[in-house]
Nanobody, 114 residues
C-alpha cells in the first residue's frame, strides 16, 4: 500500500503561482510514473503532467510552458510548479503513482480568482 498526500493548494489571483507537493510513503525512485491530474466541477478528471522514473516529462497542452513537474527521490516528494495561473486552472489537483498498481492522493483544491 502506498499513501500519497498532496499539499500546497489554495486561492491565488490570475497570473500568480503555486507549488503543489505530493509526499509519498515509499521510495519513488522505482515508481514508473508519477502524475498530476485535475478535476474541475462538472468535468472529467484530466492528466496535467507526468514524470517517469528516468525524469522524462509530459504535459497537457493547456499547461505547457506554465507548469513544471519535478521529483525529489531523496525526499520522496513530487512537485507541480504552476505559474501564470488562469481561472480555468481552478480544480482539485490529484497526485497519482503508477508502477503496476496505481494509487491516488486525496486531492488539494486550487482556486484561481480575483
Amino acid at each position: 500500500q502506498v499513501q500519497l498526500v498532496e499539499s500546497g493548494g489554495g486561492l491565488v489571483q490570475p497570473g500568480g503561482s503555486l507549488r503543489l507537493s505530493c509526499a509519498v510513503s515509499r521510495s519513488i525512485a522505482s515508481i514508473n510514473l508519477m502524475r498530476w491530474y485535475r478535476q474541475a466541477p462538472g468535468k472529467q478528471r484530466e492528466l496535467v503532467a507526468a514524470i517517469t522514473s528516468g525524469g522524462n516529462t509530459n504535459y497537457a497542452d493547456s499547461v505547457k510552458g506554465r507548469f513544471s513537474i519535478t521529483r525529489d527521490n531523496a525526499k520522496k516528494i513530487v512537485y507541480l510548479q504552476m505559474n501564470s495561473l488562469k481561472p480555468e486552472d481552478t480544480a482539485v489537483y490529484y497526485c497519482n503513482a503508477y508502477y503496476g498498481p496505481e494509487y491516488w492522493g486525496q486531492g488539494t483544491q486550487v482556486t484561481v480568482s480575483s
